[in-house]
């Protein structure tokens, strides 16, 4: 069985959906621990101490990649991840879904159809700003700039 925890709906190219979302949109799911990590009340436990570490920008053969996996990687305790780059419209990530029945149910299976990252222009990301909603329907913002997430 597959669980998917995005916001249903198409999401057009380059791995976004657009339009504003909240938690109202969304049931809260039951906290029960699996062991797994795949509610909020267990990658609570482990996201605020990599804050720091959940995007990086890297200039890489003409563009900026923003990379959302160290994210991704707890993403079956999550609803959704919005982003802005510079203050632009927050828009929503497309996501895996959570593989429940596996193994290694947050794994990423980067088959082409979503990737980690998305692309922007070369030297263009100056902020970003992320939004969390946590399958609990708590919420939680980070906010970054460049030379604090970028990799060389």
């Known amino acids: 069985m597959v669980i998917s925890k995005v916001l249903l709906g198409f999401c057009a190219g380059f791995g976004v959906c657009s339009g504003a979302a909240n938690a109202q949109e969304f049931l809260a799911?039951?906290?029960?621990?699996?062991g797994?990590?795949?509610?909020?009340?267990?990658i609570k436990m482990i996201l605020p101490h990599t804050k720091a570490q959940w995007i990086a920008v890297r200039p890489y053969e003409g563009q900026d990649l923003l990379y959302f996996t160290n994210l991704l990687a707890w993403r079956c305790g999550l609803h959704q991840i919005r982003y802005s780059v510079n203050g632009a419209e927050m828009k929503?990530?497309?996501m895996e879904p959570c593989y429940v029945d596996e193994g290694a149910p947050n794994a990423l299976k980067v088959d082409g159809a979503?990737?980690?990252?998305?692309?922007f222009p070369l030297n263009t990301i100056?902020?970003?700003?992320?939004?969390?909603l946590y399958d609990d329907l708590s919420q939680e913002t980070a906010e970054y700039?460049?030379?604090a997430v970028q990799a060389n």
């Open 29 to 34: 799911e039951p906290q029960d621990a699996s």
């Open 36 to 42: 797994k990590f795949i509610t909020a009340t267990e």
């Open 92 to 94: 929503v990530l497309e």
């Open 114 to 119: 979503i990737l980690p990252f998305l692309s």
């Open 126 to 132: 100056v902020t970003i700003k992320l939004e969390l």
């Open 145 to 147: 700039d460049r030379g």
